[in-house]
């Protein structure tokens, strides 16, 4: 079998176990939340949350990572089928890539159930997220209030660009966080401590990603005055860190879990 | 990378594939003409400490061999080594053509590690377990199928969640595993170990059954008089070292 079909019957296995055991949606996606919620609580102040609100929305899609990458590694390790996996000859790029595969698809659920938190949980910070939503041209109500969506941000920006570039900086922030979390994920697998052990090394390694996704966020949305042009230069060093860590842990990841 | 090709004299797979041995090699076993495995004074090292030191033996097709011996003499570490985890520092060692020296990876896809877990993912079913380890070495639906059906997995438990076994029906659903993804080396340690008096038969007469249709089986195990009478040939296994080996 070559690594891609393994990696796809990988990666369907993994959404299988997730959508039976109901980890994600019942646990995950709630913590998500409360940490949305949690933010706004602390910050209080709503031209805090206006101004930092980008950067929360990936500071909580970390923190969920985190868990999602134990879930995906502990369903491999309760048993010992990551181990089988590895005496079975099943290639470790296929492994690598199955895994991050199927973390991907749910970090990207994730992450558009945090931008709506973020419309709805702060309230006025989506004045700044207009030009996004400018689609939809209706004020919407959200517990009585009237949450303006339509007009737009900046003068001369582009709704469809702004929309475009906050997309494409999700996909390429999701899979950079994907394959350094399925990296660390298989490494931290093999030790004991590995609850403490994965944020020790996610962490520093995913900031490349939350600063350049922050930023590019921030353009696309306006937040500060932000312009949409501004933020594909983060999109693009999201989409290199993505491509290089999809590659180097398709090649590391074998001689971590071997040895 | 792909793996080579097996010698022709490479006994075919279990699975499906009872019809075509050569007779129940179980009764008649030839290590030495016929073996599947050959072990030349081999030395395994763990961290800095030899674990295998000089091991000699053979085992032919569709044996079973007990190796006993006390704790860390080194059975584990021979079945990891068989296994292909770990590497041969010297001496020569070869399983089903394969030379462990340089093509332990290769190796891995042919033989089956079956430790003190099972290597199941626990929210899947029975079915969608052996279809997935099968799926790994494109086994088709038949296949798949009768590896249940050999296992006694098939019927009522098929769609039951592995979580739900007992221990006994776990380690069919493993064993059921292995034969989807046609091992024809298995690599048992301490098979019986959490079974109780029924799970332990059924294991015994799943291993008899599995060599008789090919399979060659190596059991590490404390159990001596249960997996002692369920094998063809004993090792011993002492500080390292092959010290005897004794007809059963």
Known sequence: MNTWALARLIAAKDLRVERRSKIVTNQVLPFAGITMISFAFVLDKQSVIDTVAPGLIWLATMFSLLILVQRSFGIETDDGALDAMRVAGVDAGAIFLGKAMALAVQLFVLEAMLFAAAVIFYGESIQSGRSVLAFFNEPMDVNGVEVALTGVTSPGQSPILATVLLVTTMISATCGLAAVGTLYGGLAAGFKGSETLLPLLTIPAVAPVLIGATKAVESAVGTSGAAVSEGWQWVSLLAVFAVAAGVGGALAFGPLIDD | ?248
Not at chain 2, 11 to 32: F, Q, W
Not at chain 2, 44 to 62: E, K
């Open chain 2, 1 to 248: 990378m792909d793996a080579p090709q097996p010698p022709s004299s490479m006994p075919l797979p279990p699975t499906g594939r009872a019809n075509d041995a050569d007779g129940p090699a179980h009764s008649s076993p030839d290590p030495v003409s016929n073996a599947v495995l050959d072990f030349d004074d081999v030395v395994a090292i763990l961290g800095q400490f030899p674990a295998l030191a000089g091991v000699t033996f053979q085992v032919g097709r569709g044996e079973i061999v007990l190796l006993k011996g006390p704790n860390g003499a080194g059975k584990t570490t021979l079945l990891r080594l068989c296994a292909g985890l770990l590497p041969v520092e010297r001496g020569t060692a070869t399983i089903l053509g394969f030379d462990l020296a340089t093509q332990r990876r290769e190796v891995r896809s042919h033989v089956g590690l079956l430790g003190h877990q099972n290597g199941l993912y626990l929210d899947m079913t029975v079915r969608e377990n052996v279809q997935f380890w099968g799926r790994t070495v494109k086994a088709s639906d038949v296949e798949i199928d009768q590896a249940m059906v050999r296992m006694g997995v098939a019927d009522r438990l098929a769609e039951v969640p592995v979580r739900k076994l007992s221990a006994g029906q776990k380690r069919r659903t493993a064993l059921a595993c292995l034969v989807a993804r046609r091992a024809q080396v298995w690599l048992l340690d301490e098979p019986h170990a959490g079974l109780d008096a029924v799970g332990r038969d059924e294991l015994d007469a799943t291993l008899v059954e599995a060599s008789q249709a090919g399979a060659t089986i190596i059991v590490a195990s404390h159990e001596l008089e249960r997996a002692g009478s369920l094998a063809t040939r004993t090792v011993e296994v002492i500080g390292g070292q092959v010290h005897e080996v004794l007809d059963s």
